[in-house]
T-cell receptor, first 113, second 111 residues
Framework: KQEVTQIPAALSVPEGENLVLNCSFT??????LQWFRQDPGKGLTSLLL???SQREQTSGRLNASLDKSSGRSTLYIAASQPGDSATYLC????????????WGLGTSLAVNP | NAGVTQTPKFQVLKTGQSMTLQCAQD?????MSWYRQDPGMGLRLIHY???????DQGEVPNGYNVSRSTTEDFPLRLLSAAPSQTSVYFC??????????FGPGTRLTVL
């Protein structure tokens, strides 16, 4: 049974720091992995999608890597800003007709001015 | 494009009442799904659909019904609301390999 774990559960950093959020999964047979951002009381914004055949994806100050063999993904945020404060969730999918996403519980990030 | 839209944003029900949560997307995605988000449990799949006329159960389908008469709409019906259904509900759609896109959510409280 696929399980997704995110460490740390919460993180507080000063503005400007580079930081890494971790996501691990127990079954390497994934179709893709997706990172989301959730602001308090809001919906889920897709940040980056990594297909199983890819090693990393980049968007602006965000870089996500995927190592299927070790069951790990990292989300790297460069030069963090107070506006980056949110909960970051990772989810994996086996693909196919179901496309069910298995979710971690998220990392709550606070970037302090 | 409006993307994925959900109505209502907030709803309070009494135990035993029924209601329908609306979800619509204008991206012509074949795949749509419903999740619920609960503290400490993450998001869990309720029902999904791979196209108009086709629906299937996720991991927590009990107490919920869905239908998919058009590509655009995927309503979620609560037949007889229970306090255990207090949650935040998210609808999503997917164009296959480009991941999934979520609506803003409906926050439901059942008293």
């Amino acid at each position: 049974k696929q399980e997704v774990t995110q460490i740390p559960a919460a993180l507080s950093v000063p503005e400007g720091e580079n930081l890494v959020l971790n996501c691990s999964f127990t079954d390497s047979a994934i179709y893709n992995l997706q990172w989301f951002r959730q602001d308090p009381g809001k919906g889920l914004t897709s940040l980056l999608l990594i297909q199983s055949s890819q090693r990393e994806q980049t968007s602006g100050r965000l870089n996500a890597s995927l190592d299927k063999s070790s069951g790990r993904s990292t989300l790297y945020i460069a030069a963090s800003q107070p506006g980056d404060s949110a909960t970051y969730l990772c989810a994996v999918s086996r693909g196919g007709n179901n496309r069910k996403l298995i979710w971690g519980l998220g990392t709550s990030l606070a970037v302090n001015p | 494009n409006a993307g994925v839209t959900q109505t209502p944003k907030f709803q309070v029900l009494k135990t035993g009442q029924s209601m329908t949560l609306q979800c619509a997307q204008d991206m012509n995605h074949e795949y749509m799904s419903w999740y619920r988000q609960d503290p400490g449990m993450g998001l869990r799949l309720i029902h999904y659909s791979v196209g108009a006329g086709i629906t299937d159960q996720g991991e927590v389908p009990n107490g919920y019904n869905v239908s998919r008469s058009t590509t655009e709409d995927f309503p979620l019906r609560l037949l007889s609301a229970a306090p255990s259904q207090t949650s935040v509900y998210f609808c999503a759609s997917s164009p296959d390999r480009r991941g999934q896109f979520f609506g803003p959510g409906t926050r439901l409280t059942v008293l």
